[in-house]
Each structure stands twice: as structure tokens, then as C-alpha cells.
């Protein structure tokens, strides 16, 4: 008596709670009435315990859940009325338990079919997910919950054949088995499902393997469907997208990642629509006009299809819109300069399609933009001269494209600009100062920009990688040293007119391009700062004097040297990095021997040092190196016979260029050489004349000299 005394008194505060803060339980869903209060049947509440008891509970089993998880089974007091238990809703009438949400519950356990859960008949909602089921199938005794409105058993490691049973439900509202990768329909099962589950109003099954039901069942789905979410199913064949995309409460349709075929239906979609995602599917055809009609749609992503045709320009109908996503398709004709009531539109890829013409203006005056892509197109002409209101912008994406005229100083001043790639244009003239701080990633290579780089490049503490090779750059790099550049990763300055003495670049740098400038003087021994530095290319440059010895080494993350083309002299560099695969330093003035650190580049694919000086014997433990494919010695000083030191099978095991000629070599080749330069007689049955090995073509200059 005591209990129950005490569970009135429990349940009189909950009350006063449940009636002046109403919580978010709904009266539809907690349907408590005010006249009689009843209690949770014993049998219902002995049936949760032993539900609960046949799981462990274990954080890590929730852990896909978004929201804060929480063991709410341990709550569950025995002393309390069930119908008070986290999770468990009753029916005000009967008392019977009508709710049970144990999403993301840390439930770890299988859910056997002789399960305490299927006693609880009574159940309108039950929310599973987000627990660990450790691959339990789903049992047909789910099908005898007939009263069941909401089924929800997403994220929840289920897996083998859904049972036929499930079309029993005729009464489910709701399916949810989302990510349940193990889960898998067979056609009859859901074919049962459509025919009988007439009241669906969301059907969720991204990830479970739908790859033997035809597409085509779709036809008789409930036509009351506001959620379709099959993404991710493996769906195989001819969409029936006239009746989906007509649903008249459609409002939600997913179907990425599928062998979906057919095309997008002319007109009559519903306007309800407010998300469609088709990513990745096989459509093909055009984008109707009458996709203006959608004035509720914020989400349209259909990139990676095979649509063609022209974007039609009714898209200014839709108000809404906050995403559109259409790249790679085929898309052609010009861009509609139709974006001026877009207002809420924060991201938009064109990308990767065959559109011409202008950038559409009316883009730039849109100032909830964050995301520009019309990358790899055909567009030409110059940018808008003015863009104020696009201050929001954070990625422009226009490379490869025909654009030209010059880079407009608003551009460069757009306050949250991080993400700016214009590479493979024809855009001129001079770089305007840069008048922003957010930069992260700037490409302007492969354009016709001349003129200095401005000096406030290098005052962008965020940047890490600065690509400005192949355009007609001038002058001497003006670098701050200290550097500014905090986080400058990588600097690729290849192919201009630069001039001067190499700038003295930031410690964070990885990866330095400076090949094919006048860059002159020698390099100082500061450049040994670069300690992270990966690959190091100033071939093609008036470089000279003495190297510094930490030259191939940097700290052992020296992965690609390349010197060619300059007039460095002395010797080369004694410490070598053991992590070295490309050591180029043809065309200089060193002189002296091969170091013999290069005995432990065991990784090693290119050494060219041929146009030397050096004057040496041949090293025969250079046969050793097991990467080696590009031996270049020619035009030295070598001098001797060229003989093996083994007798082994495996000398030079993957070498395709061996180049000793101009040297003052005497003697055969050893027949040991002959034997094992396998990689080399496929390169002669190759057509090609020439190899591209280690970021460089090499010509098949075999030119042994056998005497
Ligand atoms: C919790 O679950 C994880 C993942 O399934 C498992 O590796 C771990 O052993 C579990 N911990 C306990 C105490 O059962
Ligand atoms: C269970 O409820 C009883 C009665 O309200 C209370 O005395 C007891 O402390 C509760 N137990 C736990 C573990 O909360
Ligand atoms: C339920 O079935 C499982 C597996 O068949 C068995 O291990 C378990 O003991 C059964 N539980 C009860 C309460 O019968
Ligand atoms: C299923 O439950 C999860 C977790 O509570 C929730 O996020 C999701 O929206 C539910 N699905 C449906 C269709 O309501
Ligand atoms: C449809 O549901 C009813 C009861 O709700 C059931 O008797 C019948 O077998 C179901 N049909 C299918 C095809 O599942
Ligand atoms: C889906 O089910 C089919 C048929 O059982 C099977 O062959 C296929 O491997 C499954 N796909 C995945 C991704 O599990
Ligand atoms: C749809 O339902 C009708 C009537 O029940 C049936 O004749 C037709 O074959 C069904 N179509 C599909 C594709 O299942
Ligand atoms: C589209 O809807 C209109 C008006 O309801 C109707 O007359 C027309 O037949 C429909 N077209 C198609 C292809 O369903
Ligand atoms: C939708 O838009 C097109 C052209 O924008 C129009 O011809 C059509 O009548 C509209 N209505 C429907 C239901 O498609
Ligand atoms: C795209 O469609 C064209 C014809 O419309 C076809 O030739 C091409 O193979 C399709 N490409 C893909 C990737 O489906
Ligand atoms: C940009 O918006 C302003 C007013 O907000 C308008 O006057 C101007 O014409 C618009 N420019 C373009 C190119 O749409
Ligand atoms: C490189 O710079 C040097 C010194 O400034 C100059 O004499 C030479 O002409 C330049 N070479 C080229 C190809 O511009």
C-alpha cells in the first residue's frame, strides 16, 4: 500500500508537471485522460523488465546517435509505475503500454522471437534505434503488433531477410530501417509490404539491400507518402518516377546511389516537395521546365547522372531554394541569369558540365551564397565588375573554364573568402592586393596573370597552399622574414618570370615548386629551416654555387629532389634521406663521386645526375637498389670497367633507362646485367618512345656502350 501511495503521489507531481510545462509527449501520443488515473498492467511491466534484462547497455552501442545518449533502461525503477519509466508511454484508459522509445539507448543484446517485447501488443510506437541488435534478424514477430503506427528500428545493426510478416502492419505510418546494411527485402516481401501498408506516410530504408526488388513495385505505394528514402539500396532497373515524383504529399524524396534508369517526368510533380536527392543514379534526359512549379523546394541534388539539355530558367521561381547541386551531368547552353529571387540559396554547383556563355551577374548579388562551383565548363568572358553582397562567400570554384579579363579586386576582399580555384582560365593582368584574411587555398595556375605577385600574399597566416605556376609572373619575390605565412603547406611558382634570389619560404612548407623561373644566386643554408619539406623542385633556374648538405636530406622527409638546369657546383650532398625516390641533379657542375648514403635510399626510383662532373668508378652497389628504374650517368667522368659485384639473379630488378654513355667506361657490360634488365625489355616492346618515371619524361636513350 505504501507503493502505492507513493507512485500517486509520483504520479499527481507528474501530472501538475505534464499539464503547466507540457512536455514534448503530445496528447496523440500520451493520451492521459484527467478523470481516472490507471496504472501499467504487471504483465506489461514484468515484459519491459525482461526486455531490458536481455541487454547489456554499452555507450559505444549508440554511438551513431546525434543527440546525447543515455542508458534510460537503468533508470527504469521496479518500485515506480512502469508507465512513469523513461521511454514507456500508457493509454489513459486502459493503462496498457501503447509507447516505447529506446532510441539510442546503449541496448547491446540480440532480440530473440521468443523476446518479453512481443507481449507488449498493445504498442502504437516503438522507437528502436540507435542500439546495438548485434546482427539479430528481424523476427516475424514483429508482425503481430497490429495496432503499430510507428516502427522505428533505424542504425541498429540488424540484419538477414525481413519476414513477410511485416505486411501484417497494416496499420504502420511509419517504417524507419535506415542503415541497417544487413537488412534485406525480398521482392514478395515487399510487394506484401505496398499492397497492405496502405496509410504510409514515411517509408525510410536507405542502406537495406533492396537489389532484387524491381523498381517498378513503386507503382502501387501508398500514394499518401510524404517520406521515400531508398538511397544506398542497390535498386536496379526503370524508375517509375511518373508516379513517385507525383505523390501528391510527397515532400521528401531520396533515391542516391542507385542503378536508377529513366528519366524525370515533364510536369505534374508535387509541389509539395521540399528535398529531392537522385545523387548518383543513372537519369537521363532533361530537367523540365515545370521544376519552377516546386515554390517549397529548399534541396535539389541530382549531380552524377547523365541529364542533358539546357537548366531551365523557371529555377528563379523557386523562392525556397537553398542547395542546388547539378554537377556532373551534361548539361549545355548557357547558365540563366535567373538568380536574382534566390535569396536563400547558400550553395551551388554547376560543375563538371558542358555549359557556355557567362557567368551569370545575378549570382553575384545573392547574399546567403557560401559555395560557388561551375568548374570545368566552357565559360568565358570576364567576371561582374561588382559583387557586393556576396559577402558570405567562402568557396569559389571556376577553374577550368575559358574565363578572362582580370581577377576583380572584390574578389579579393570578400571577408570570409577561404577556398578561391581559378586555374586553367585565360584571365590577365595584374594580381590586386589581397584584402582579406580568411584565404586557405588560392590556384590561379595556368592563366595569363603577369606582372609581381602582391606582396600581401604573403601576409595570409591561414593559407596553406598557394598554387600560382604557369602564368607570366614577375619581379623578386618579396617574402616577409619572418615568414607570415603560419601555415603555408604548399607554394607552386613553377613556370613564370620570376627573378632574384629564391624566397626564403616558411617552416610548415612541404611541397616547393620554383622549376622554370630566372631564380638566381645560390640557396642559403636557411632553406635547412624547411625541416617538413617533401618535395623540392628549382630545376630550370640560374641557381649556383655550393648546396647546402641538408639538400637531400630534410629531416628524412625528403621524398623528390629536382635540381636539373642549374649551375650548382662542389660535391653532392653526403647525407641523403633514406626516404628519397627521385634524386635529379642533371645539368649542373657537381664534381667528386656518387655519395654512398645512396646505398640506403632503398627507395629510390630515379638518380639522374647525368652532365656532371663527377668523376668516379662505377658503383656497382647501385644494382642492389630495388626501386631503382632511371639510372642516368651520362656526360661525366666515370671511368673503369663496369663490373658486377654478385653473381645474383636479382641486379637491378625493376631498372627501365640505364644511361652510361659519354663516359670514359671500359670493357663489356656484365652478362649478369643483361639477364635481369627485365623491366627494360618490356619498354622496348612498348610502343611508346617515351617513359614519364618520377614526375619527368625520360627518352629511351639505351645507349649502352658495349664494346
Ligand atoms: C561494447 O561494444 C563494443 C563494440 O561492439 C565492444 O567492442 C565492447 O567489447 C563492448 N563492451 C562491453 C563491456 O561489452
Ligand atoms: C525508486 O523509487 C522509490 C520510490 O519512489 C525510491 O524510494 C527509490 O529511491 C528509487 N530508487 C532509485 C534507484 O532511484
Ligand atoms: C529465448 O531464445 C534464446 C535463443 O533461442 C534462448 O537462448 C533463450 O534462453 C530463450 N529465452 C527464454 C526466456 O526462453
Ligand atoms: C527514428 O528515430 C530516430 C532517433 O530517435 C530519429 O532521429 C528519426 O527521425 C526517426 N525516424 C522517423 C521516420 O521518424
Ligand atoms: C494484410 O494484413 C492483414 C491483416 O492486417 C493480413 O491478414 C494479411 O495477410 C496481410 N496481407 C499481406 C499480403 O500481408
Ligand atoms: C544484397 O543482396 C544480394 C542478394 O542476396 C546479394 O547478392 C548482395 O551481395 C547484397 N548486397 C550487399 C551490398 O550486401
Ligand atoms: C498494382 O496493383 C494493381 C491492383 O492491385 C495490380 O494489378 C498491379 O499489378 C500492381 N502493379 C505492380 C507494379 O505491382
Ligand atoms: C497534369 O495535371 C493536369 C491537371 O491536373 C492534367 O490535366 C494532366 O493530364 C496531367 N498530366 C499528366 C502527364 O499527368
Ligand atoms: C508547371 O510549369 C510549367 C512551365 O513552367 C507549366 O507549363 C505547367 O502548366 C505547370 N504546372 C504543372 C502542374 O506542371
Ligand atoms: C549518357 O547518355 C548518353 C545518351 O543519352 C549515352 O550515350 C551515355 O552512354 C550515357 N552515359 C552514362 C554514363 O550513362
Ligand atoms: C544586384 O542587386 C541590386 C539591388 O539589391 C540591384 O540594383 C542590381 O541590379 C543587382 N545586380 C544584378 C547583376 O542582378
Ligand atoms: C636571368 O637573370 C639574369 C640576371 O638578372 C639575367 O642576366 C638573364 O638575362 C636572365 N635570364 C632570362 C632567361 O631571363
Not at 83 to 93: E, F, I, N, P, S
Not at 363 to 390: C, H, K, M, R, V
Not at 502 to 517: G, V, W
Not at 551 to 569: A, D, Y
Given at each position: 500500500?505504501?507503493?502505492?501511495?507513493?507512485?500517486?503521489?509520483?504520479?499527481?507531481?507528474?501530472?501538475?508537471?505534464?499539464?503547466?510545462?507540457k512536455?514534448?509527449?503530445t496528447?496523440?501520443?500520451?493520451?492521459?485522460?484527467?478523470?481516472?488515473?490507471?496504472?501499467?498492467?504487471?504483465?506489461?511491466?514484468?515484459?519491459?523488465?525482461?526486455?531490458?534484462?536481455?541487454?547489456?547497455?554499452?555507450?559505444?552501442?549508440?554511438?551513431?546517435?546525434?543527440?546525447?545518449?543515455?542508458?534510460?533502461?537503468?533508470?527504469?525503477?521496479?518500485?515506480?509505475?512502469?508507465?512513469?519509466w523513461?521511454?514507456?508511454?500508457?493509454?489513459?484508459?486502459?493503462?496498457?503500454?501503447?509507447?516505447?522509445?529506446?532510441?539510442?539507448?546503449?541496448?547491446q543484446?540480440?532480440i530473440?522471437?521468443?523476446?518479453?517485447?512481443?507481449?507488449?501488443?498493445?504498442?502504437r510506437?516503438?522507437n528502436?534505434?540507435?542500439?546495438?541488435f548485434?546482427?539479430?534478424?528481424?523476427?516475424?514477430?514483429?508482425?503481430?503488433?497490429?495496432?503499430?503506427?510507428?516502427?522505428?528500428?533505424?542504425?541498429?545493426?540488424?540484419?538477414?531477410?525481413?519476414?513477410?510478416?511485416?505486411?501484417?502492419?497494416?496499420?504502420?505510418?511509419?517504417?524507419?530501417?535506415?542503415?541497417?546494411?544487413?537488412?534485406?527485402?525480398?521482392?514478395?516481401?515487399?510487394?506484401?509490404?505496398?499492397?497492405?501498408?496502405?496509410?504510409?506516410?514515411?517509408?525510410?530504408?536507405?542502406s537495406?539491400?533492396?537489389?532484387?526488388?524491381?523498381?517498378?513495385?513503386?507503382?502501387?505505394?501508398?500514394?499518401?507518402?510524404?517520406?521515400?528514402?531508398?538511397?544506398?539500396?542497390?535498386?536496379?532497373?526503370?524508375?517509375?518516377?511518373?508516379?513517385?515524383?507525383?505523390?501528391?504529399?510527397?515532400?521528401?524524396?531520396?533515391?542516391?546511389?542507385?542503378?536508377?534508369?529513366?528519366?524525370?517526368?515533364?510536369?505534374?510533380?508535387?509541389?509539395?516537395?521540399?528535398?529531392?536527392?537522385?545523387?548518383?543514379?543513372?537519369?537521363?534526359?532533361?530537367?523540365?521546365?515545370?521544376?519552377?512549379?516546386?515554390?517549397?523546394?529548399t534541396?535539389?541534388?541530382?549531380?552524377?547522372?547523365?541529364?542533358s539539355?539546357?537548366?531551365?530558367?523557371?529555377?528563379?521561381?523557386?523562392?525556397?531554394?537553398?542547395?542546388?547541386?547539378?554537377?556532373?551531368?551534361?548539361?549545355?547552353?548557357?547558365?540563366?541569369?535567373?538568380?536574382?529571387?534566390?535569396?536563400?540559396?547558400?550553395?551551388?554547383?554547376?560543375?563538371?558540365?558542358?555549359l557556355?556563355g557567362?557567368?551569370?551577374?545575378?549570382?553575384?548579388?545573392l547574399?546567403?551564397?557560401?559555395?560557388?562551383?561551375?568548374?570545368?565548363?566552357?565559360?568565358?568572358?570576364?567576371?561582374?565588375?561588382?559583387?557586393?553582397?556576396?559577402?558570405?562567400?567562402?568557396?569559389?570554384?571556376?577553374?577550368?573554364?575559358?574565363?578572362?579579363?582580370?581577377?576583380?579586386?572584390?574578389?579579393?576582399?570578400?571577408?570570409?573568402?577561404?577556398?578561391?580555384?581559378?586555374?586553367?582560365?585565360?584571365?590577365?593582368g595584374?594580381?590586386?592586393?589581397?584584402?582579406?584574411?580568411?584565404?586557405?587555398?588560392?590556384?590561379?595556375s595556368?592563366?595569363?596573370?603577369?606582372?609581381?605577385?602582391?606582396?600581401?600574399?604573403?601576409?595570409?597566416?591561414?593559407?596553406?597552399?598557394?598554387?600560382?605556376s604557369?602564368?607570366?609572373?614577375?619581379?623578386?619575390?618579396?617574402?616577409?622574414?619572418?615568414?607570415k605565412?603560419?601555415?603555408?603547406?604548399?607554394?607552386?611558382?613553377?613556370?613564370?618570370?620570376l627573378?632574384?634570389?629564391?624566397?626564403?619560404?616558411?617552416?610548415?612548407?612541404?611541397?616547393?615548386?620554383?622549376?622554370?623561373?630566372?631564380?638566381?644566386?645560390?640557396?642559403?643554408?636557411?632553406?635547412?629551416?624547411?625541416?617538413?619539406l617533401?618535395?623540392?623542385?628549382?630545376?630550370?633556374?640560374?641557381?649556383?654555387?655550393?648546396?647546402?648538405?641538408?639538400?637531400?636530406?630534410?629531416?628524412?622527409?625528403?621524398?623528390?629532389?629536382?635540381?636539373?638546369?642549374?649551375?650548382?657546383?662542389?660535391?653532392?650532398?653526403?647525407?641523403?634521406?633514406?626516404?628519397?625516390?627521385?634524386?635529379?641533379?642533371?645539368?649542373?657542375?657537381?664534381?667528386?663521386?656518387?655519395?654512398?648514403?645512396?646505398?640506403?635510399?632503398?627507395?629510390?626510383?630515379?638518380?639522374?645526375?647525368?652532365?656532371?662532373?663527377?668523376?668516379d668508378?662505377?658503383?656497382?652497389?647501385?644494382?642492389?637498389?630495388?626501386?631503382?628504374?632511371?639510372?642516368?650517368?651520362?656526360?661525366?667522368?666515370?671511368?673503369?670497367?663496369?663490373?658486377?659485384?654478385?653473381?645474383?639473379?636479382?641486379?637491378?630488378?625493376?631498372?627501365?633507362i640505364?644511361?652510361?654513355?659519354?663516359?670514359?667506361?671500359?670493357?663489356?657490360?656484365?652478362?649478369?646485367y643483361?639477364?635481369?634488365?627485365?623491366?627494360?625489355?618490356?619498354?622496348?616492346?612498348?610502343?611508346?618512345?617515351?617513359?614519364?618515371i618520377?614526375?619527368?619524361?625520360?627518352?629511351?636513350?639505351?645507349?649502352?656502350?658495349?664494346?
Amino acid at each position: 500500500m505504501g507503493f502505492l501511495m507513493h507512485a500517486m503521489k509520483f504520479l499527481s507531481l507528474f501530472l501538475i508537471i505534464f499539464f503547466f510545462f507540457k512536455p514534448r509527449l503530445t496528447c496523440s501520443s500520451y493520451p492521459l485522460s484527467s478523470s481516472n488515473v490507471v496504472f501499467c498492467p504487471p504483465d506489461q511491466s514484468l515484459a519491459l523488465l525482461r526486455f531490458k534484462n536481455t541487454f547489456s547497455t554499452n555507450h559505444s552501442a549508440s554511438s551513431y546517435c546525434d543527440d546525447v545518449s543515455y542508458p534510460k533502461t537503468d533508470y527504469w525503477n521496479e518500485s515506480v509505475d512502469c508507465c512513469l519509466w523513461d521511454g514507456v508511454a500508457c493509454d489513459g484508459d486502459t493503462g496498457n503500454v501503447i509507447e516505447l522509445d529506446l532510441s539510442c539507448s546503449w541496448l547491446q543484446g540480440v532480440i530473440h522471437s521468443n523476446s518479453s517485447l512481443f507481449n507488449l501488443f498493445h504498442l502504437r510506437r516503438l522507437n528502436l534505434a540507435y542500439n546495438d541488435f548485434v546482427q539479430s534478424q528481424v523476427s516475424p514477430d514483429f508482425g503481430r503488433f497490429s495496432s503499430l503506427t510507428h516502427l522505428n528500428l533505424s542504425f541498429s545493426m540488424l540484419s538477414g531477410k525481413l519476414p513477410f510478416d511485416l505486411s501484417h502492419l497494416s496499420r504502420l505510418v511509419s517504417l524507419d530501417l535506415t542503415a541497417n546494411e544487413g537488412l534485406e527485402f525480398d521482392t514478395s516481401v515487399f510487394k506484401g509490404l505496398v499492397k497492405n501498408l496502405t496509410q504510409l506516410t514515411q517509408l525510410c530504408l536507405n542502406s537495406v539491400n533492396m537489389s532484387s526488388v524491381p523498381p517498378n513495385l513503386l507503382m502501387n505505394i501508398s500514394s499518401s507518402l510524404t517520406t521515400l528514402k531508398l538511397g544506398f539500396t542497390g535498386m536496379l532497373g526503370n524508375f517509375p518516377a511518373g508516379y513517385v515524383f507525383r505523390l501528391p504529399n510527397l515532400q521528401y524524396l531520396e533515391l542516391n546511389a542507385n542503378h536508377l534508369t529513366g528519366s524525370l517526368p515533364e510536369s505534374n510533380w508535387s509541389t509539395s516537395l521540399k528535398t529531392l536527392q537522385l545523387r548518383d543514379c543513372h537519369f537521363t534526359g532533361s530537367l523540365p521546365m515545370s521544376i519552377g512549379n516546386l515554390t517549397q523546394i529548399t534541396f535539389i541534388d541530382i549531380p552524377s547522372n547523365n541529364l542533358s539539355g539546357e537548366i531551365p530558367a523557371s529555377i528563379s521561381n523557386l523562392v525556397q531554394l537553398e542547395h542546388l547541386t547539378l554537377e556532373d551531368n551534361t548539361f549545355q547552353g548557357q547558365i540563366p541569369d535567373a538568380f536574382d529571387n534566390l535569396s536563400k540559396l547558400n550553395h551551388i554547383d554547376l560543375g563538371r558540365n558542358k555549359l557556355t556563355g557567362k557567368l551569370p551577374s545575378s549570382i553575384f548579388n545573392l547574399t546567403q551564397l557560401l559555395y560557388i562551383d561551375f568548374s570545368s565548363n566552357q565559360l568565358e568572358g570576364p567576371f561582374p565588375e561588382y559583387a557586393t553582397q556576396l559577402s558570405k562567400l567562402s568557396r569559389l570554384h571556376l577553374s577550368d573554364n575559358m574565363l578572362n579579363g582580370v581577377i576583380p579586386p572584390w574578389l579579393l576582399s570578400l571577408p570570409f573568402l577561404e577556398y578561391l580555384f581559378l586555374r586553367n582560365n585565360f584571365l590577365a593582368g595584374n594580381i590586386s592586393e589581397i584584402k582579406t584574411s580568411s584565404l586557405l587555398h588560392i590556384d590561379l595556375s595556368n592563366n595569363n596573370l603577369s606582372g609581381p605577385i602582391p606582396s600581401s600574399i604573403f601576409k595570409l597566416e591561414k593559407l596553406t597552399t598557394l598554387l600560382l605556376s604557369s602564368n607570366s609572373l614577375s619581379g623578386v619575390v618579396e617574402m616577409d622574414t619572418p615568414s607570415k605565412l603560419k601555415s603555408l603547406i604548399m607554394l607552386g611558382l613553377e613556370e613564370n618570370l620570376l627573378e632574384g634570389r629564391l624566397p626564403i619560404s616558411p617552416k610548415t612548407l612541404a611541397f616547393f615548386f620554383a622549376s622554370k623561373n630566372n631564380f638566381t644566386g645560390g640557396v642559403s643554408s636557411s632553406i635547412c629551416h624547411l625541416e617538413q619539406l617533401r618535395v623540392l623542385d628549382l630545376s630550370h633556374n640560374s641557381l649556383a654555387g655550393k648546396v647546402p648538405r641538408c639538400l637531400g636530406n630534410f629531416s628524412n622527409n625528403l621524398l623528390e629532389l629536382n635540381i636539373r638546369m642549374n649551375s650548382f657546383q662542389g660535391t653532392i650532398p653526403e647525407e641523403l634521406g633514406t626516404n628519397l625516390r627521385s634524386f635529379k641533379l642533371n645539368g649542373n657542375q657537381f664534381g667528386g663521386s656518387l655519395p654512398r648514403s645512396l646505398l640506403n635510399c632503398s627507395k629510390l626510383e630515379v638518380l639522374d645526375v647525368g652532365n656532371n662532373k663527377l668523376h668516379d668508378i662505377f658503383r656497382n652497389w647501385l644494382e642492389t637498389l630495388p626501386e631503382l628504374q632511371v639510372l642516368v650517368l651520362q656526360s661525366n667522368s666515370f671511368h673503369g670497367l663496369v663490373t658486377s659485384g654478385s653473381q645474383a639473379n636479382n641486379l637491378f630488378p625493376k631498372l627501365k633507362i640505364f644511361d652510361i654513355s659519354r663516359n670514359n667506361f671500359s670493357g663489356p657490360l656484365p652478362t649478369g646485367y643483361f639477364k635481369n634488365f627485365k623491366a627494360m625489355m618490356d619498354v622496348n616492346e612498348s610502343k611508346s618512345g617515351k617513359l614519364y618515371i618520377g614526375g619527368d619524361f625520360y627518352n629511351d636513350s639505351l645507349e649502352l656502350t658495349i664494346k
